[in-house]
C-alpha cells in the first residue's frame, strides 16, 4: 500500500473512530448503503469460525465468543459468560456451535438461533444457552457493522438518551452502609442497592451448631434468617432518614429465606418505598408468588436465574412482577430478550437485566443496546469495572453521572484485544459462596 493510500485509510477511520479494530471492513464502515450488506457477489458473508474466548482479567472467568467470516476483516463478538461453568460454555462452543455454523450466512440471525437452539434436541440449559448467546450477539454485531450502525439502531433506535443505571453499596454494617450510599450518590447514581454484608448477611450468623457438631465444611456459611431480616429493615431505615427520597433504595434477597419470611420482609420494609426487592424466593418457590403478591404493594424483581420461557411467561402475563432481571446470555442472548422485553411491554413488566461482574463487557455492551431501544425498560445494573477492564476490551459502555453511555460505533461498539485477554488465564471457580447452610446445617438456596 503506497503512503497516499495508507494516510487516506488512517483519515478515512478516524473519521468514523478507529473503524478498523472492531472488525468492522473500511468498506461497510464507510457507505451506509445496503450495497455494502451483501458479501462478494451479493452473497450474505459465510461464518468460516466460531470460537470461545475464556479469559480472567478481574479472577472472574469470563467467556466471549468470536465468530470470523469470510469477508475481510467482519467479524462480531458476543457474550457467553456462565462463570460458573466457564470451560463447559467453551467446550459447547469449540465442538458443537463451531462445526454446526461453518458455512452458514451471518443474515439470518432468527433462523440461526432456532436451527442452533434445536440442534441439541434437548435445550433451554445454562450452558448451550450461554453458548448460543455468544454467537447470537456476535451476529447482531456483524450486522450492525455490515449496515454501519449500532445495534440499538437495528433494534428501533433511541428511546431514551441514556441507560439510567443502579450500583452496588454494601458495608458490614448499618453505617458503613449508609456512607456507600454516599459515594454512589456523590458519583452521581440516582439507584443504588443496599446490602448489608453478602447475600443474606450471612456475616451476622456466628457459631453455628452444624459447625459446633462438626457437620459440612469448614468454608460453609450461614445464614439466619431474622437476623438477616432485621439487618435489612435497618440499613432501609437509616438510608431512608439520612437521604429521604432524594434517591431509590433497591436490596437483592437473593433467594436465601423461606416464603412467609420473604413476605414478612417486603411487609416491614414496604414503608421505606423499596424501588425493588429483587429474588424474593427461589426459581423453585415460583408458586408463592401469587400469595407474595397479594401481601404487599412492594415492586418485585425476579429472573437472573432464569433459563427457559416456563419461568417467566406465566408470572410476566399475570403481572407478579415488576421488573424482568433476566441474565441475557443465559436465555441465548439479543434474540430471545427482546421477545421477552416486547412481552413485558404488555403486563407493564420493565427491564432490569442482570448485569453484574460475572457477566462480560461485552455482554453489558449488549443489555445497554437493548436498554436504548425497548419502551418498557426499568434500570441497568452495572458495577464498576477495574481498569484491567478496559484494556482487554476497547470500547466499553462508560458510566457519567449514573448514566451508561455505549460506545457510538457500528454494532455493539465494543472489541475484545485477544493477547491482552491471553494475559489474564482462568482462575479456579470459588463456589464458597453458593455453600449456604441454616443452622442445623440444611442446604439453603445461594
Ligand atoms: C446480582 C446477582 C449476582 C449473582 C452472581 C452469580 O443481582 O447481581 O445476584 O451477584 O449472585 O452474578 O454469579
Ligand atoms: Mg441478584
Redesign the pocket.
Known amino acids: 500500500m503506497n503512503r497516499r493510500k495508507l494516510l487516506k485509510s488512517f483519515g478515512a477511520a478516524s473519521a468514523l473512530g478507529t473503524a478498523g479494530i472492531f472488525g468492522i471492513p473500511l468498506s461497510s464502515a464507510k457507505s451506509k448503503d445496503s450495497a455494502d450488506t451483501k458479501g462478494k457477489g451479493g452473497a450474505s458473508p459465510k461464518i468460516t469460525k466460531v470460537r470461545a474466548i475464556l479469559t480472567a482479567p478481574y479472577r472472574t472467568n469470563l467467556v466471549v465468543v468470536k465468530v470470523e467470516t469470510d469477508q475481510a476483516g467482519l467479524y462480531g463478538v458476543g457474550c457467553a459468560t456462565f462463570?460458573?461453568r466457564a470451560h463447559s460454555v467453551v467446550s459447547a462452543v469449540k465442538d458443537y456451535l463451531d462445526p454446526f455454523f461453518r458455512g452458514r450466512s451471518v443474515g439470518n440471525i432468527e433462523e440461526n438461533w432456532q436451527m442452533a437452539y434445536q440442534s441439541s434436541y434437548w435445550r433451554n440449559g445454562p450452558v448451550l444457552n450461554n453458548a448460543l448467546s455468544g454467537v447470537d450477539q456476535a451476529l447482531w454485531d456483524i450486522k450492525g457493522k455490515m449496515a454501519g450502525m449500532p445495534v440499538y439502531d437495528l433494534l428501533g433506535g433511541k428511546t431514551r438518551f441514556a441507560v439510567d443505571a443502579y450500583g452496588?453499596a454494601s458495608g458490614k454494617s448499618v453505617e458503613e452502609v449508609v456512607e456507600d450510599v454516599g459515594r454512589f450518590k456523590e458519583m452521581g447514581y440516582r439507584n443504588i442497592?443496599i446490602q448489608l454484608g453478602g447475600?443474606g448477611s450471612t456475616h451476622l450468623a456466628t457459631k453455628p451448631s452444624y459447625k459446633e457438631a462438626g457437620f459440612g465444611m469448614e468454608k460453609d456459611r450461614t445464614i439466619s434468617p431474622q437476623a438477616y431480616k432485621q439487618g435489612t429493615i435497618d440499613i432501609f431505615k437509616a438510608a431512608r432518614e439520612t437521604y429521604g427520597d432524594s434517591v431509590e433504595l433497591l436490596h437483592?434477597m437473593?433467594e436465601r429465606l423461606q416464603p412467609m419470611d420473604a413476605i414478612d420482609l417486603l411487609r416491614r420494609v414496604e414503608e421505606y418505598r423499596p424501588f425493588f426487592m429483587?429474588?424474593p424466593l427461589s426459581p423453585e418457590n415460583i408458586g408463592w408468588f401469587r400469595k407474595l403478591r397479594e401481601q404487599t404493594s412492594v415492586p418485585i424483581a425476579m429472573g437472573?436465574l432464569f433459563n427457559s420461557p416456563h419461568e417467566w411467561l406465566v408470572p410476566m402475563s399475570e403481572r407478579l412482577y415488576d421488573y424482568i432481571?433476566i441474565?441475557v446470555s443465559q436465555i441465548g442472548g439479543i434474540t430471545p430478550a427482546m421477545k421477552v422485553a416486547r412481552l413485558g411491554e404488555w403486563f407493564n413488566v420493565r427491564t432490569a437485566w442482570?448485569?453484574?461482574?460475572?457477566?462480560s463487557p461485552v455482554g453489558h455492551a449488549a443489555h445497554c443496546h437493548i436498554d436504548l431501544a425497548v419502551w418498557n425498560f426499568g434500570v441497568q445494573?452495572i458495577p464498576i469495572f477495574k481498569d484491567v477492564a478496559y484494556e482487554v476490551f476497547p470500547g466499553m459502555p462508560r458510566v457519567e453521572k449514573g448514566y451508561i453511555h455505549v460506545n457510538e460505533a457500528p454494532g455493539l461498539g465494543i472489541d475484545i484485544d485477544e493477547k491482552a485477554a491471553a494475559k489474564y488465564p482462568p482462575v479456579e471457580y470459588n463456589y464458597n459462596?453458593t455453600q449456604v447452610r441454616r443452622d442445623d446445617g440444611t442446604p439453603v438456596r445461594?
Do not use: S
Open positions: 462463570t460458573q452496588h442497592r447475600y437483592d437473593h429483587e429474588d437472573e432481571r441474565h442482570h448485569g453484574p461482574g460475572d457477566t445494573e459462596w445461594p
